[in-house]
């Protein structure tokens, strides 16, 4: 299957760079954000989560940021690798599913120049 | 293990056909979900199910039914099947984890 939208906002970045992409949620009841990877013709992967508790979470060369005042997300990807080129999602948690069910922004293309 | 396998991967269907689209995990989760990605929108969950025999609406559910009458599957059918139905078809599971859901690879769907 194929993810790749015609009208997805691009982000482009040199190798070894780092990329920081961007997401505005719109529940601020939502308790975890998350941000999930998709490569051509896969289906998405998850990569990190943060609680609505937390303003900070690092992982292996990625970091998460919540603004919860102005209800911002973003993704910081540290020297950014020719495999990180994906559309990445960020996706929030809604109460009103008992967090079993997560809600989808519509994603970002990351592009990474050799 | 396999994780989430689905079937078919393609689909050509013309306006008013049916068909059940199977979807498959070997991981023993509990939640499973059905997702439709068409361009520029991202994800949008379709139904959902918390375990076996139980289904519930997500955010885009009409001219869907779901079953889950094995833990390990979920079927998503189309009755009759319309040209806005047309899109890439993702299940998903999860275990105790919410937020770290395990997708399939995709069914592009295309309904003439």
């Known amino acids: 299957g194929e993810s790749v939208g015609l009208h997805l906002p691009t982000l482009s970045v040199q190798e070894g760079d780092n990329s920081i992409i961007n997401c505005a949620y719109s529940n601020s009841a939502s308790d975890y954000f998350i941000w999930y990877k998709q490569e051509s013709g896969k289906g998405p992967q998850f990569i990190i989560d943060i609680r609505s508790n937390m303003d900070k979470r690092q992982g292996q060369r990625v970091t998460v940021l919540l603004n919860k005042t102005v209800k911002h997300l973003s993704l910081q990807i540290a020297a950014t690798q020719p495999g990180d080129s994906a559309v990445y999602f960020c996706a929030e948690s809604p109460p009103d599913t008992g967090r079993r069910a997560l809600t989808f922004g519509s994603g970002t293309r990351l592009q990474v120049q050799p | 293990n396999a994780g989430v396998t689905q079937t078919p991967k393609f689909r050509v269907l013309k306006t008013g056909q049916s068909m059940t689209l199977l979807c498959a995990q070997d991981m023993n989760h509990e939640y499973m979900y059905w997702y439709r990605q068409d361009p520029g929108m991202g994800l949008r969950l379709i139904h959902y199910?918390?375990?076996?025999?139980?289904?519930a609406k997500g955010e885009v559910p009409d001219g869907y039914n779901v079953s889950r009458l094995k833990k390990q599957n979920f079927l998503l059918g189309l009755e009759s099947a319309a040209p806005s139905q047309t899109s890439v078809y993702f299940c998903?599971?999860?275990?105790?984890?919410?937020?770290?859901?395990?997708f399939g690879p995709g069914t592009r769907l295309t309904v003439l």
């Open positions: 199910s918390v375990g076996e025999g139980t289904t």
């Open positions: 998903a599971s999860t275990g105790t984890n919410y937020n770290e859901q395990f």
